[in-house]
């Protein structure tokens, strides 16, 4: 062997040793996403998701990122970035892995052959950005542009121990508030008398519980507004007041955080919560469930025959389908409720404080709404209807990757039962 | 060699019958070979499996399995595994289904996982699924 094809076969190895020890996730695919060249990270990034192999990268990412291929096949450059650090949210968090994973994909066309994927595993990085996303918001809520605020003290059980100027500047209730839970502050359908206890149960435990959202004035008008919850009591035997309750109105910064909100939290088609919101949220709803177990369950959604809509009017028509099924959603369920797209065509909505009959007859209220509509698209009038599962949190209830199993079985029950219906597990 | 080319991969005693192998002779089996130490020092890396991902033995010998090596088994499926079988002292012999990227390409793989108290080696065997 000439000494250069010495070189050039070390050199092989050492780039494919190089590539095997890569802690980044690399795969090269065509532009239908068929894998050509993978290095071990990124097969180790997708196995949990495809149980068959794989053989095709959007494929594999399907399930939890519905939009990839789609995204892909619209991006019309010659080349450049289709997307870069898109957050994927897999599987909630389970008993031994207890937060859910977030995989980041960067997809960059290369030509009009290719496209080059990098995936990396930032489970740990999002915990942190959670972390001290709340930070800046207690920063926030205590040290910046503190122009007016109320200052309300709460006795133990959450209701308003005295009243004060400030209340009446903020929220327009007079000295008739004192007595009342201080859930007065919330848009009726905001939070629940269990909620109200949880906030104070967290503000025990960390010292502070922050809550921004839509808050509700005496006349009935919204601002959105940064509640900054905390204890008095240190010591056991302190009397007086338990918590203190801040309430700002923080409508002028509404549009940047909202920015944020959706770009992190949001699904991008349809505008309603995202996978790795709605496994953030379960992850504290269960939390509080451990702790004081009360009605909680989890409604899964499918549209029926949605691949027929797809193929028969196209994928703008299953798109608007989509989105009208997110706008029903919303305007059905109550604020405090978390609705979600989790694939493709499936749905979730998460109902703290409500029971399996009271999911049911929410759902079955959704169901006539979506079958009563028609929707005019590229001028064809499409109907269509969707199926329904319900699951309520119990002690055998593992954690949210469980309560899904469940609801999920009473969905394909209900599915295989003639669909257009909702049934629930058990 | 004979014999040892009927050395089976699912074959019952086949963590005793590797440990006395000699390296020649892992060389003439027909699925790949990593041996390793209590500490995950690579010890044994036979052809079938060098050729298969496309690295030469010494490359791989005496370098840490699942840092330097394999980082793609450094997960609960495989390295885990092992960890926990050492910690409560029990004997691990199990095929998983597993997926290499061999010279980058996805290979679906099976994986025979062993380690025994009182063995000298604990393996990964692997052979390429059907």
Known sequence: MPPEAADVGAEYEALLQFLYLAPVGLAQTTLEGEIVMINPLSAQLLMPLSQQGFSNLFAALEDVAPDLRHQAAKFGAASGMICDGVRIQLGPGTVTKPDAQTLSLTLLKLDSKRLMAVLSDVTEHVKRERLLRQSEAWLNAIMTGVRDYALISLDSQGRIDSWNESIGRITGHDSSAVGEPYSIFYPGDGITPHRLMDRLREADDSGWSLDDGWRQRANGSRFWGSALLSPLRLLQDDTGPAYCLIIRDITDKLEASETIRRATSCDHLTGIANRRMLFEAAEIELARWRRAPRPLTLLMLDADHFKTINDRFGHPAGDAVLCSLAAALTSTFRECDIVARVGGEEFAVLLPSTSVQGALAVATRLLSVVAGQTLEIEGHRIQYTVSGGVASMEADVTGFDALMKRADRALYAAKSAGRNRVQSFG | ?130
């Open chain 2, 1 to 130: 060699m004979s014999t040892l080319l009927r050395l089976d991969f699912v074959r019952a005693d086949l963590h005793a019958q590797l440990d006395a192998c000699t390296d020649d002779d892992l060389d003439e089996l027909e699925f790949g070979v990593i041996g390793f130490d209590d500490e995950n020092t690579v010890r044994r890396y036979n052809v079938f499996e060098s050729q298969m991902a496309g690295l030469s033995r010494d490359r791989v010998i005496d370098m840490p399995l699942f840092t330097g090596v394999a980082p793609c088994m450094n997960n609960f499926l495989v390295a885990q595994r092992f960890e926990d079988a050492a910690a409560d002292g029990s004997t691990l012999d199990d095929v998983i289904d597993y997926v290499f990227t061999l010279r980058m390409r996805p290979v679906r793989v099976k994986l025979r996982l062993l380690t025994a108290p009182g063995r000298r080696f604990r393996y990964v065997l692997v052979k390429r699924a059907l």
